[in-house]
Antibody, heavy 117, light 112 residues
Framework: EVQLVQSGADMKKPGDSLKISCETSGYIFTNYWIAWVRQMPGKGLELMGVVFPGNSDARYSPSFQGQVTISADRSLTSAYLQWSSLRASDSAMYYC??????????WGQGTLVTVSS | DIVMTQSPDSLAVSLGERATINCESSQSLLDTSTYNNHLAWYQQKPGQPPKLLFFWASTRESGVPDRFTASGSGTHFTLTITSLQPEDVAVYYCQQHSTTPQTFGPGTKLEI
């Protein structure tokens, strides 16, 4: 059974760093892209970027380039999304999802990030 | 980037009636080598992650009820729900898979 399990909700202050995780199981981790998707409160889905664990190739949507870092650890079959300096505007729900080729076929449960002073 | 638009923004349909959601892309999503359209549809219920309904524009994901159908090619696509059920209340998104980043449409909120 394919599963993507994300790390728990986190509350940070502006300027803090943060790394959230997406632990996968049930499939060959290195064969599929993993995507990170942001959903701000009451808003739609925004693709932040994707990573191919097979070679750690990471690609970013223009709006998120330079703002976050996406990575993967083959030994832990996990993908990561990290910030070096959070802003209040980073408060959102973040989802990881597996790219099945024609669509994002499996999703994590989401990680709620709250940034507030 | 390819820009995705959806219409309407929201839709109220009576139980048992038909709901139709439209999606348009700024560039053709048709792969002329495979004749697949790189378009996916998702359903997101409150408090849940999105769920993949269709890929390649019209291929139903396993477990999706057959009252859901999807069609279209090139730049115009449609998701249809016949005989609306209470559990279909959700926001529906289209997404292009032709180029990275795989942009989403803004969503259509479906209510009873």
């Amino acid at each position: 059974e394919v599963q993507l399990v994300q790390s728990g909700a986190d509350m940070k202050k502006p300027g803090d760093s943060l790394k959230i995780s997406c632990e996968t199981s049930g499939y060959i981790f290195t064969n599929y892209w993993i995507a990170w998707v942001r959903q701000m409160p009451g808003k739609g889905l925004e693709l932040m970027g994707v990573v191919f664990p097979g070679n750690s190739d990471a690609r970013y949507s223009p709006s998120f380039q330079g703002q976050v870092t996406i990575s993967a650890d083959r030994s832990l079959t996990s993908a990561y999304l990290q910030w070096s300096s959070l802003r209040a505007s980073d408060s959102a729900m973040y989802y990881c999802a597996r790219d099945g080729g024609g669509g994002f076929d499996f999703w994590g449960q989401g990680t709620l990030v709250t940034v507030s002073s | 980037d390819i820009v995705m638009t959806q219409s309407p923004d929201s839709l109220a349909v009576s139980l048992g009636e038909r709901a139709t959601i439209n999606c348009e892309s700024s560039q053709s999503l048709l792969d002329t080598s495979t004749y697949n359209n790189h378009l996916a549809w998702y359903q997101q219920k409150p408090g849940q992650p999105p769920k993949l309904l269709f890929f390649w524009a019209s291929t139903r994901e396993s477990g999706v009820p057959d009252r859901f159908t999807a069609s279209g090619s090139g730049t115009h696509f449609t998701l249809t729900i016949t005989s609306l059920q209470p559990e279909d209340v959700a926001v529906y998104y289209c997404q292009q898979h032709s180029t990275t980043p795989q942009t989403f449409g803004p969503g259509t909120k479906l209510e009873i």
